[in-house]
């Protein structure tokens, strides 16, 4: 998303640009009254943006060729739909500057999206690092296009860079620890440039992507365009472009959109209101720091015509724990197909035969610990595993008994035990359920507050045996178990079911 050029390569742009007579875009050497250690670091204002004059920030989805920071061109589905995928997705800033001369070097970005905003590093076929060097990285490796524009301290000129943005699997030396690696590379500077992303660890769990900016020439402004379907045949004039020049460059505009393929870039799956918020956090060599937010300026809409159809099977099992007083196995498998609304809220019910084990269950962890990993052995109560289209191989982890509250007053009152379920793998992320006893006192587990983010399967089992934190009040083969579950979408579809239980009472 972000380069440099060194000085060598600014001078040879400008150079090119002055014996062709042309000028730079903020008027070539003229230098401005205040230096740049005495202007503030931060992100250019004044900008005319959907929302008026604003920081020269934005971050937006569209339905075509994005045109600078005053386009709206993101009204109407694809780009407003939920759950659809526009044609691009774009962030766009411009660095505080003074007569083009910046008020400092950034050495890093970091980018915020909305919850549910989703790109998929499964949706294209990956190049390799050796590839994008040589500038062999086959076209349907593309993802998009990054625009740049540096300052030269040396001459008082702009130049100008775009290239193109492939898919590349995240490597030991970059995007290390990162769900994603969207990269390009500045052939002149023989220097490869990583944009890594991955997913917040917790609630609202959006995405987020952060690049380390090499030293060179001061970052005036950067404008990255992802495309929404990267096999859209409306892209194909802007494969494996790419400029270098002392005056602003522009890719061919794109061609009619015919989606073809995986979708890279989803949009939420709710009706979200306008406001959405995009973060831009910018920091320099100098160690300041800049931050900006960009606004969705339309809502969400149509996510009523999303399916939302999760399905849901429960089984107990465990040699001869199904008699009164012993501790049965319970596995929950939820799955999903494609093209649906994500789950927000989930809540199961079990039939009364199944309560929390008291003995079993008063060895709790501290919330804190269990994100970081640390609770004792005697907290963790089973294992969770969930597939997910945007990952190449499933998340998995423990599940960990914590500390249950809840709010009295404003004041919080210990409860019943709750649970952390530690997802890890390429991407780190922890669920948090609820539990509580109901009027029937019937044992109720909730989790109520999900990502929006596409799931192929989730599968949770309680562990049984001797320590088990679930015990059987009697005989569960006495007769059929049933359990209830229900399910909220995050566009506001509901689905309830009765779960028929499987049991291995044929062996007890």
Not at 60 to 86: C, E, F, I, L
Request: proline share 8%; hydrophobic share 35%; with cysteine.
């Amino acid at each position: 998303m972000y380069g440099r050029l060194t000085h060598a390569a600014v001078i040879m742009a400008v150079g090119i640009a002055l014996l062709a007579g042309s000028a730079s875009a903020h008027g070539g050497g003229a230098s401005p009254t205040t230096s740049p250690a005495a202007a503030r670091f931060g992100v250019q204002k004044g900008c005319k943006t959907p929302l008026g004059v604003k920081a020269c920030w934005v971050a937006g989805v569209y339905n075509r060729d994005y045109t600078g920071m005053d386009d709206h061109s993101y009204k109407g589905p694809p780009a407003q739909a939920a759950g659809g995928h526009p044609f691009v997705g774009v962030a766009d800033f411009i660095v505080a500057n003074k007569g083009g001369k910046p008020s400092g070097t950034v050495k890093s970005i970091r980018v915020d999206l909305p919850p549910g905003l989703v790109s998929n590093p499964q949706a294209t076929p990956k190049c390799t690092k050796s590839k994008l060097a040589a500038g062999k990285c086959p076209k349907n490796t593309q993802v998009g296009i990054v625009k740049l524009e540096v300052f030269s301290p040396l001459l008082g000129a702009d130049a100008y860079v775009g290239e193109s943005v492939y898919n590349l699997a995240p490597g030991k030396s970059y995007c290390a620890g990162y769900a994603s690696d969207y990269a390009f590379y500045v052939s002149l500077m023989k220097q490869q440039i990583n944009v890594c992303g991955t997913v917040h660890k917790d609630s609202p769990y959006d995405l987020y992507f952060t690049i380390k900016v090499p030293s060179g020439s001061p970052l005036i402004r950067s404008t990255l365009i992802f495309w929404g379907v990267p096999g859209d045949s409306g892209h194909n004039s802007q494969r494996g472009w790419s400029c270098f020049g002392a005056s602003p460059c522009s890719p061919p505009a794109s061609g009619p959109s015919k989606p073809k393929g995986t979708a890279f870039l989803t949009n939420p799956t709710g009706c979200l209101p306008a406001g959405q918020i995009s973060r831009l956090t910018l920091k320099s060599t100098a160690g300041q720091m800049a931050k900006a937010k960009s606004k969705t300026p339309v809502p969400a809409i149509n996510c009523a015509k999303l399916p939302f159809a999760p399905k849901i099977k429960m089984a107990l099992s465990g040699h001869n724990q199904t008699r009164a007083g012993k501790h049965p196995t319970l596995t929950t498998a939820v799955t999903q197909g494609t093209g649906q609304a994500n789950i927000k809220f989930s809540k199961v019910t079990l039939p009364l035969p199944l309560a929390l084990d008291p003995t079993n269950s008063q060895h709790v962890c501290a919330v804190k610990d269990a994100r970081a990993d640390k609770c004792p052995a005697s907290t963790i109560v089973g294992s969770v595993r969930v597939m997910t289209p945007l990952l190449s191989s499933p998340l998995a982890g423990k599940v960990y008994l914590v500390q249950g509250y809840r709010l009295v007053h404003r004041h919080r009152i210990r409860s019943f035990p709750a649970m952390l379920l530690a997802l890890r793998g390429k991407a780190a992320v922890d669920l948090h359920a609820q539990t509580s006893v109901d009027k029937r006192s019937q044992l109720v587990t909730k989790f109520l507050s999900l990502p929006d983010l596409p799931m192929n399967s989730f599968t949770l089992t309680i562990t049984g045996g001797k320590r088990g934190i679930l015990v059987a009040n009697n005989n569960l083969c006495r007769r059929a178990q049933k359990a209830k579950a229900q399910f909220t979408g995050h566009n506001g579809a509901t689905k309830k079911t009765t779960v028929a239980m499987g049991t291995p009472c044929t062996s007890s």
